[in-house]
């Protein structure tokens, strides 16, 4: 059953992003939500140094960091 359960941060987020798509509207929300991940994608894609990713923050990107 533990397995099942959202990790309180996830929770918390997922809480955040309802209440952001019921005062903005969903739409707007989705799209800046796409734009993030696809600009930390690509930072995380072109900084493949790790002293680059640990220096931008971006370690937690790749697991294997």
Not at 14 to 39: E, K, P, Q, S
Not at 56 to 62: A, D, E, K, V, W
Request: aromatic share 8%; charged share 20%.
């Amino acid at each position: 059953m533990d397995r099942h359960r959202l990790h309180p941060r996830l929770r918390g987020l997922l809480l955040l992003g309802g209440r952001l798509g019921d005062l903005l509207g969903r739409r707007r929300v989705f799209i800046v939500g796409v734009l993030i991940f696809a600009i930390a994608s690509l930072l995380g894609g072109w900084l493949t140094e790790y002293s680059w990713r640990l220096s931008s923050g971006l370690s937690c990107l790749r697991p294997s960091s």
